[in-house]
């Protein structure tokens, strides 16, 4: 589809044309470099736009700011149900202009633009909602000590700076995942957004600022994560740092924060195993499992991209399945008829190349997919990707993707599955379809993951907690767990 047959709406248009700075204490501020990088539209290839490219001056500056907000109290000592007016004020206002925010994110990033505004956009509206609803609920204890005639209560305060660093696939939803609990417990924000797709960061910002939020609470720094995020993880006055991306990364960032002790939580890769039972409604696995690898271009931690099938009906499913990947519409991210867009950059799309050309050097076969997706346009596109005859110790099986790449494979009996679902270095979420309930507790218990779905897949909701076992990660982003994140506790005796 060419872009003339798709138009930008004109609040876009002028954003678009804007000169992207940093947000630093309530100003656009451009970079101390004066140094600025493209961003890429992947349905085209061709550059949006220019944003700041930050570095550890622009870091500092930010921190300072946020540490200045956190220490004079602007935020922390707001009433409670003052930050929470604000929270619900931002999300009005996102919701305000919805079609806004839904169009930035599908055109920075290639999400379709019907998951954008249906999906994502208004689940981070409803995600702030429900934060705002918790900044008057951070709640300490009394606790009946033995020690002697004392009272000991306990209190939850913010842990202060915090440094959040998201990933590019739901650019104002991972953005809004981090700030809402931060924001609600009392915390200050620098945030970096992932250099591909920035720009839902800085309109957020931007729009903080327009409902009232005090300088120094929210901010920005754009920028590449081994200069700006880098710069960040290492600054001796961030307090906390939030991170969602990759597990190599993940790693990286623990070791920086290790040396001073700071506070981490890591929301990582995945490599989820989704399990039809022969006892499934057919036609509703299928659906749910190919949603499960190919929404967002399988730009998806929790990506269903292992499916492990009972051999009574493997050929059934796997003939459904390739059906299903050869009738998907690929195209235009703002397209409303569009199912799956292109993948993020072009470092993306080589690297989704490589691991099909692996599967094929390996031994697996290809039922659907396995190429470029040309007449879709001139991005970043790949065909819906579906592999058959894949062994459990193939690459496919194990590495995170990250794209429209699909293995499926046979199993015999639950307790074979369950050993084989497990047998991986991650643990972010996993699926099961069964219409037994009693299997469905049994490989719900027995599933090492972060979130089991039965008969459904990537089901989110505010007050569900969300985070992963083994090198998937640790903490638990959404839900009231959420808060444990951002305060710590502090215990006071009073002697009577």
């Not at 870091?59 to 707001?78: H, I, T």
């Not at 009433?79 to 929470?84: A, E, K, M, S």
């Not at 609803?133 to 700076?161: C, D, H, L, M, Q």
Request: glycine share 10%; with cysteine; hydrophobic share 45%.
């Amino acid at each position: 589809m060419s872009e003339t047959t798709v138009s930008l709406m004109p609040e876009i248009q002028e954003f678009l044309a804007q000169t992207h700075g940093h947000f630093i204490d309530n100003a656009v501020v451009p970079s101390r470099s004066g140094a600025v990088m493209d961003d890429v539209n992947p349905a085209t290839r061709e550059v949006l736009t220019t944003v700041a490219r930050g570095g550890a001056e622009d870091v500092d500056l930010a921190v300072k700011a946020a540490k200045r907000a956190f220490e004079a109290g602007a935020w922390a000592n707001m009433p409670p149900n003052q930050r929470g007016i604000l929270l619900w004020r931002l999300a009005d206002l996102i919701e305000q202009r919805i079609d806004i925010a839904a169009q930035l994110d599908s055109l920075d990033m290639g999400m379709p633009i019907r998951q954008s505004r249906y999906g994502t956009t208004p689940m981070a509206i409803d995600h702030l909602r429900y934060m705002a609803g918790w900044a008057t609920k951070v709640e300490g204890r009394t606790i009946p000590v033995s020690a002697g005639s004392f009272f000991n209560y306990t209190v939850r305060e913010p842990v202060g700076v915090v440094a959040a660093i998201i990933p590019w696939n739901f650019p104002l939803l991972m953005a809004i995942w981090k700030l809402g609990a931060a924001l609600a417990t009392g915390c200050t924000v620098v945030l970096k957004p992932a250099e591909q797709s920035p720009l839902s960061a800085l309109m957020l910002a931007q729009w903080a600022r327009e409902v009232g939020f005090p300088a120094g609470v929210i901010n920005v720094v754009t920028g590449y994560g081994s200069e700006a995020g880098a710069a960040l993880v290492a600054h001796p006055d961030v307090d906390k740092v939030a991170f969602t991306g990759s597990t190599e990364v993940g790693k990286s960032i623990m070791k920086t924060a290790a040396d001073r002790m700071a506070r981490v939580s890591m929301e990582l890769g995945g490599k989820s195993p989704n399990i039809i039972c022969a006892d499934a409604n057919i036609k509703r696995a299928v659906s749910g499992s190919m949603l499960g690898i190919f929404m967002n271009q399988g730009e998806v931690c929790s990506a269903g991209s292992r499916i492990y099938v009972a051999r009574a009906i493997y050929d059934q499913v796997l003939e459904a399945m390739e059906t299903y990947a050869k009738t998907l519409r690929v195209g235009h991210p703002l397209d409303h008829r569009t199912q799956m867009g292109p993948v993020v950059s072009d470092e993306q799309y080589q690297r989704v190349m490589h691991y099909i050309e692996v599967a094929h050097r390996e031994g697996a076969s290809l039922i659907a997919g396995g190429g470029a997706m040309s007449e879709a346009g001139p991005g970043y596109f790949i065909q819906p990707t579906v592999f058959a005859g894949v062994e459990d110790q193939m690459t496919i099986a194990q590495e995170e993707i990250f794209g429209p790449v699909v293995a499926v494979m046979p199993f015999d009996d639950l307790d074979e599955v369950v050993s084989r679902a497990n047998q991986s270095i991650y643990g972010l979420a996993a699926g099961v379809w069964t219409e037994n309930v009693r299997t469905a507790h049994y490989l719900a218990q027995r599933l090492k993951a972060g979130t089991v779905w039965v008969n459904a897949y990537h089901v989110y909701d505010a007050a569900a907690p969300w985070g992963g076992f083994k090198q998937s990660g640790f903490g638990r982003e959404m839900g009231s767990y959420a808060l444990d994140l951002y305060t710590e506790v502090k215990d006071v005796w009073i002697g009577l």
